[in-house]
């Protein structure tokens, strides 16, 4: 996806997330903050990368919003 595509989703009231694993196994959300766009922690601390696809699985599933970049 384009920045600029990010951006009119955000616009739109969607919700935009990513799986991370560095610095550590986490869900990151993108988020436009004075004209740019910046990911930040959405939800960390899981056990394993496993146990962050069931949640993410689970946040994907749950709400027409939210989509996976």
Not at 7 to 26: D, H, M
């Amino acid at each position: 996806m384009t920045i600029q595509n990010n951006i009119k989703l955000l616009k739109a009231g969607f919700t935009i997330l990513r799986r991370s694993e560095y610095p550590e196994v986490c869900i990151k959300k993108c988020v436009y903050r004075g004209g740019s766009i910046v990911w930040v922690y959405y939800q960390r601390c899981f056990d394993s990368k496993a146990a962050r696809d069931r949640m993410m699985k689970h946040l994907l599933r749950d709400d027409d919003k939210i989509i996976e970049d």
